[in-house]
């Protein structure tokens, strides 16, 4: 079982460095500046008009020539560059960083940095790193303090590495507003596989798969709105990152996939078979199983409580809603459109933090004139 670690606002370090300011890095380190605003953080960059930006913002204190000498008052320093890039960094950091100094990585895959860590002096200071956050824009203008705030973020310690030195790194990611998950890096590069990983393959082989299927006209196409488009939607995602990922991991993902083509074969025999029993308890112990993921009670982040509204489709009208319930003090968790009228009623989602507020939300919106479609509490 992963070691979850909860939300505090502390950190024992005392200068922070940064190699690489992307659109991770760069989160990164608004977040940090956000969380504490006179923490000393000195950056390199190899597009120095990125350094420049972020010295002009505020974000860093300091800029690296690309000697990494200024790195060496450093406490703790991040290697936000592609995993390649990061394992020539970490040679060159070595005989730089002082004595206590943590490194870390931001990589999804971790397999080849803690390989090239083993049996080397940073054995015992490298502690792994993956913020469970992305977009598909890039680079430092597209960074934000926010788009940590409530993400996983995996921390895998290399063999040799003290308890104390991950629990301050697990403070300051839990500071930043991410949520630290500690675990081996083997189990980190199968668990990431299963869950992000191979979604993105499966993805891509639905979308080929109605593309090559689909009928003159391309009706397939024009009706993929719905629960396809839904479940599709992550292959818009950058091909290129996705194959380095691939090759990064084949071991764990082929794991996954030939667990899966025996689903597929279990399934279809059901199916051609005419199972009725099979097929039920197939979809039943799906939807057991995903609404779970929803009711996690030690973790208060999943602990949900939602409406449903409908809307209509016009200027304001999301506007409207979020007002009512500002006005009423009412505060709102998530929210999101309902893209796919497949399976919900109601165009939007809002989530709240407690039953109270939940009730509350539904009270107001019914006063105003809004059909509300209320849920049981989830968590």
């Not at 860093?60 to 000498?69: E, H, I, K, L, Q």
């Amino acid at each position: 079982m992963p070691k979850i670690f909860m939300n505090t606002k502390k950190t024992s370090f005392k200068h922070i460095g940064f190699i690489g300011l992307g659109l991770i890095g760069g989160s990164v380190a608004m977040a940090v500046r956000r969380a504490f605003p006179e923490l000393p953080i000195t950056a390199w960059n190899r597009n120095r008009a990125v350094l420049e930006e972020a010295l002009a913002d505020g974000t860093v204190t300091g800029a690296d020539d690309g000697s990494f000498s200024s790195f060496a008052d450093c406490d703790l320093v991040f290697l936000c560059v592609p995993v390649i890039t990061a394992i020539d960094m970490m040679k060159r950091l070595e005989p730089v960083l002082s004595p206590g100094a943590i490194l870390t990585d931001v990589g999804s895959v971790k397999g080849d940095i803690h390989r090239a860590v083993e049996g080397t002096p940073l054995d015992w200071r490298f502690i792994g790193g993956h913020p469970m956050a992305g977009s598909e824009k890039t680079g430092y203008e597209h960074a934000s303090a926010q788009l940590l705030e409530n993400a996983w973020y995996f921390l895998t310690p290399a063999g040799n590495v003290d308890v104390r030195r991950v629990s301050d790194l697990s403070e300051l990611i839990s500071a930043i507003g991410a949520l630290p998950l500690v675990m081996p890096s083997e189990e980190h590069d199968y668990v990431t596989a299963a869950i992000s990983h191979f979604p993105h393959v499966l993805s891509a082989s639905l979308v080929n798969l109605v593309r090559d299927l689909d009928l003159p006209g391309h009706p397939m196409k024009t009706v993929a709105a719905g629960g396809f488009r839904d479940i599709t939607r992550i292959s818009s995602s950058s091909p290129q990152m996705w194959q380095e990922i691939c090759l990064a991991n084949p071991k764990n993902i082929c794991r996954v996939l030939d667990a899966y083509m025996q689903k597929l074969i279990d399934y279809r025999l059901a199916i051609s078979n005419g199972d009725a029993d099979k097929l039920y308890e197939i979809f039943r112990s799906c939807k057991d199983y995903r609404d779970s993921f929803d009711a996690q009670p030690h973790i208060p982040m999943f602990h949900e409580y939602r409406l449903f509204v409908e809307i209509a489709d016009e200027t304001g009208s999301l506007a409207k809603i979020t007002a009512l319930l500002s006005e009423a003090g009412i505060s709102i968790r998530n929210l999101s459109i309902i893209n796919n009228r497949e399976y919900e009623q109601g165009a939007l989602k809002i989530a709240f933090g407690s039953e109270a507020a939940r009730a509350a939300a539904g009270d107001v919106l019914s006063n105003a004139g809004y059909v509300v479609h209320g849920t049981a509490p989830r968590g």
